[in-house]
């Protein structure tokens, strides 16, 4: 049975998330339309909130979309 992720493992990767945004000075508008949520759900991941990261899918979607590797994010969780 898969584990969930506890509160500080989101907020780590929720905030990985931001910075890579920033780095690319992408727009959460930006990140979120290019990957097919709102913009309100992206901030909710990118401040770790309940659970928001809750699909594979969606993860990876944003990892292409920011040109990161996967261990970037989730290195030190």
């Known amino acids: 049975m898969p584990r969930k992720l ?6 780590k990767i929720g905030s990985k998330i931001l910075y ?9 508008l930006e990140l979120a339309t290019a990957v097919g949520i709102s913009e309100s759900y992206l901030s909710k991941i990118e401040r770790g909130k309940n659970n928001s990261i809750s699909s594979l899918g969606i993860f990876l979607n944003i990892v292409k979309e920011l040109n990161v590797k996967i261990e970037d994010i989730i290195e030190d969780i």
């Open 6 to 11: 506890t509160d500080k493992q989101l907020i």
């Open 20 to 28: 890579y945004r920033r780095i690319r000075k992408m727009t959460q």
